[in-house]
């Protein structure tokens, strides 16, 4: 904790930013998770899986799977929206991931940064 703190000082903040870690880390779900699962729980706060359906974490952890073996967003987006691109004029389908992403308040540099710590 003391190399990621401010001025070699162990604040309030540094505590509780491990603290909520480390609940994470330890719970019961995240012990029996998947790699998916995992980059899931690490990209997004407790808060906000808290406040996320099952129906769009379960969406969203298949979708991280398809980034995390991709080169670069347009290769993962072409793999996402093979089918409904083709039925338009203009696609582009990096823009529909990046804003899909988004929604999860996660990025593309995101993913690569903690894919590779899995």
Request: overall charge positive; proline content about 0%; glycine content about 6%.
């Amino acid at each position: 904790m003391l190399t990621l703190s401010e001025g070699n000082r162990i604040g309030r903040e540094n505590v509780q930013t491990e603290m909520t870690r480390l609940r994470k880390e330890w719970s019961i779900e995240s012990r029996f998770a998947t790699n998916d699962e995992k980059l899931c729980q690490k990209l997004m706060t407790v808060e906000q899986l808290s406040k996320t359906d099952l129906f769009d974490r379960l969406q969203l952890e298949k979708v991280l799977e398809i980034c995390r073996h991709c080169d670069s967003m347009a290769e993962a987006g072409r793999q996402l929206f093979s089918n409904s691109s083709q039925k338009k004029q203009s696609t582009n389908d990096s823009d529909r991931l990046r804003k899909y992403l988004q929604r999860f308040g996660i990025s593309w540099k995101m993913i690569g940064t903690i894919a590779g710590h899995l």
